[in-house]
């Protein structure tokens, strides 16, 4: 028979990504296949196929290219398919090979999972990186073709797509407890096997390439990788042997951001590759792709890894924002992703120690940076869930009596959007303010209410009644440039508390590279179900019989492992604390709440109803970095007079340029007067904090050059 000879066409016509495989087997006959998970063959391709490969089976590549995943009912042990089936919408798309059959449904973003009891393989979820024999190939055992068990076959009609929650459905119908496959940015140590066959994928003509792969090469193996780069070198045409020494040597000499190897794995894999799948057939292939790319983002971004994900449904939020937004900022996406999952999450959950899921979030970044972004995704989202979702999104506050107001007519939960919160925070805190400057201390007092009644202010007039708020849990999402935010603030603002209750994330400076971005109008289904489902009371909703059912949340506990993350990190920060009020630094205010956001922001990241390691590791990570980056932050710019605070701002900007001429540090400050600056300049030079240095410029003229010096020089 010529079966993709015969069939194959039609079906890649129809959409469909299809492959050649094996006359008599079910094993795809091209290298490289798994590229065509990603996208479809071209014309060509199938061309070459037809006359190559003509005689063999069709297999379909599941995942984005097709728009399909697959589920394969293998044995159906303990009478688990029917159980399973019956929690299924389903597919009006069905085949069958040697036994049991494959339903066919719509991607939504599942990844390959497979589910086994007593070592005999029940249900697959086939999605990126795997493949499935269609009809009317040969199954290689029985010698008999497979049959379609519909009248409808792919492309026929439109397929449905599978519950959200349906990992969790067959995971509780099996009895087992399945966390999240873990991503980690420090990938394993590879296999020098395999990164030879990942070289094979890589074309060295590109010099940049060629290079990084060397490099990476080098920082794996050190000398032992050398015969692996030159014998991958020499297929290029500009190979020169006498010359591959001297350039292997310079690789251990370069002292910038080290390359290793999942740069190499990331070049790979844009060309097709994908690991040899273990022996025990349970490997992921989606879930090795994103450990990759994750990796590289993250170095070439230098932001730590719990920046670029999270778990859970703030990491559902926080990819939405990210892919939308037209710039590359994730520490903003993941700013107003925990202030609005704080706010979906309000009255719904609750830690074993009663932390709730309040949280006050500051992304700070220059103008021009797409700081608003994330306000338009959580208002775009909030209003798609319909008018109780819509109605907790609120503006900024300017007394006291408003943030009462608001909360009370939102039944304790907000959401609230601070822009320009530098500017805010100047009028809040300049010495004439009244009214306004009790908002500091309304918003300190509401982080520590979230589980009991807040009440707001008693008047003389018996008219004006006295709001009572249970359980206020109001979440905020600022936004400021650095150079505002910074000015408004005194050193008092961290010692009282207000600060500190703050998670930081200011963005690098300069405007972030652009990227396609997408519209905002229309949330993922996916994410806009799981919303919809937290806020309309999917773990707990008033009824009429308990109407304060929804001021009990449920207790989310920690998973042993967890706990243990956490008990640790307090034992840290309580160390950490101690070294702060001896040397009078006055940062155990800030590192004194670590602890308690690093268990917020895990809350947030739960699945299946408990907290796991992986979500822990994320809010400690998340919470370490934003309280070094507030220390940083006001080391380096908060005083109490002006010129402290200019001395400050010159001083941080110097450390961040590492050296800089007079004349562009002049250029950057030329707001401020020159004598000023002058001064600022002396000053710093005679209290030994800036040195300086001068040189011969190409005109002849004397160049004069900054630099922070050393504490220890």
Not at 124 to 148: A, F, M, N
Not at 303 to 310: K, Y
Not at 673 to 687: H, M, T, V
């Amino acid at each position: 028979m010529t079966v993709f000879a015969d069939h194959g066409r039609r079906l890649w016509e129809s959409g469909l990504s299809v492959i050649p495989l094996r006359s008599g087997e079910k094993i795809p006959a091209v290298k490289g296949w798994q590229i065509y998970c990603q996208r479809p063959a071209a014309e060509s391709e199938i061309d070459e196929w037809e006359g190559v490969y003509g005689s063999g089976g069709i297999g379909l590549c599941t995942g984005p290219a097709s728009g399909i995943v697959a589920l394969d009912f293998d044995e159906d042990v303990d009478g688990l398919h029917a159980k399973i089936k019956a929690k299924l919408p389903p597919s009006p798309v069905r085949k069958r090979g040697a036994r049991g059959e494959t339903w066919f449904y719509k991607i939504r973003d599942e990844r390959n999972r497979k589910w086994s009891r007593d070592g005999r393989c029940v249900l697959e979820l086939l999605s990126i990186g795997r493949h499935t024999v269609l009809p009317p190939s040969i199954h290689p055992d029985t010698r008999q073709p497979y049959i379609w068990l519909t009248q409808d076959t792919l492309g026929d009609v439109d397929l449905p797509q599978l519950p959200v929650d349906f990992v969790k459905v067959v995971d509780d119908l099996m009895g087992v407890t399945r966390l999240m496959p873990e991503v980690r940015a420090d990938l394993p140590p590879p296999d020098m096997e395999e990164v030879r066959r990942a070289l094979d994928h890589i074309s060295c003509e590109p010099y940049q390439d060629w290079v990084d792969c060397g490099m990476a090469l080098h920082n794996a193996f050190g000398d032992a990788g050398f015969q692996l780069w030159d014998n991958w070198s020499s297929r290029g045409s500009t190979y020169k042997p006498d010359e591959m020494p001297r350039k292997w040597a310079s690789f251990g000499k370069y002292k910038g951001r080290p390359i290793d190897i999942g740069t190499l794995f990331h070049h790979a894999i844009g060309q097709g590759w994908l690991p040899t799948p273990p022996d025990d057939d349970d490997f992921d292939a989606s879930a090795f792709i994103a450990s990759v790319e994750e990796h590289v983002r993250a170095k070439q971004s230098g932001l730590p890894v719990c920046m670029l994900r999270a778990p859970g449904y703030v990491g559902m939020l926080r990819d939405w924002i990210e892919s939308t937004s037209r710039r590359e900022t994730p520490l903003l996406s993941m700013a107003a992703a925990i202030a609005g999952a704080g706010a979906v999450y309000a009255h719904k959950v609750r830690t074993e120690t009663d932390l709730r899921t309040n949280m006050y979030t500051l992304g700070i970044a220059a103008s021009g940076t797409g700081k608003d972004h994330g306000r338009r995704c959580l208002d775009s989202l909030l209003n798609a869930c319909g008018t109780e979702a819509a109605a907790m999104m609120t503006g900024s506050f300017f007394s006291e009596s408003g943030i009462v107001m608001a909360l009370h007519k939102r039944q304790g939960r907000a959401l609230s959007i601070m822009d320009e919160m530098g500017k805010e925070l100047e009028k809040l805190t300049h010495r004439n303010a009244t009214v306004q400057s009790e908002v500091l201390t309304t918003l300190t007092k509401l982080a520590t209410s979230a589980t009991t009644a807040y009440r707001g202010r008693e008047y003389a007039d018996e008219k004006i009644e006295t709001k009572v708020i249970q359980d206020p849990c109001l979440s905020v999402y600022g936004m400021s440039e650095p150079e505002s935010f910074f000015a408004a603030l005194k050193s008092r603002d961290a010692s009282s508390g207000f600060l500190p209750r703050w998670l930081l994330f200011q963005c690098p400076d300069g405007l972030p590279k652009r990227k396609q971005g997408g519209s905002v109008e229309q949330p993922p289904a996916a994410l806009l179900s799981m919303t919809t489902h937290i806020i309309s009371g999917g773990l707990n909703q008033p009824t009429r019989d308990d109407p304060f059912a929804g001021l009990r949340p449920a207790t989310i506990p920690m998973t042993d492992g967890a706990r243990r993350m956490w008990e640790a990190l307090v034992l840290d920060m309580d160390e950490r604390c101690d070294k702060a009020i001896i040397h009078k630094t006055g940062l155990h205010v800030v590192y004194g709440r670590v602890a308690e956001h690093a268990a917020k922001l895990a809350l947030l990241a739960h699945e299946y109803g408990q907290i796991s390691e992986e979500a822990m590791e994320w809010g400690r990570d998340v919470a370490l970095f934003c309280a070094d980056s507030l220390a940083k932050g006001l080391a380096e710019n908060v005083s109490d007079t002006e010129w402290g605070g200019f001395l400050k701002k010159l001083l941080g900007y110097v450390r961040e340029s590492g050296t800089i001429t007079h004349t562009a540090l002049l250029k950057k400050f030329n707001s401020a007067r020159q004598r000023d600056f002058k001064e600022a300049i002396i000053q710093l030079i005679d209290s030994g904090e800036l040195d300086y240095d001068e040189k011969k410029g190409t005109t002849g003229k004397t160049v004069r050059y900054y630099r922070v010096r050393c504490r220890d020089s």
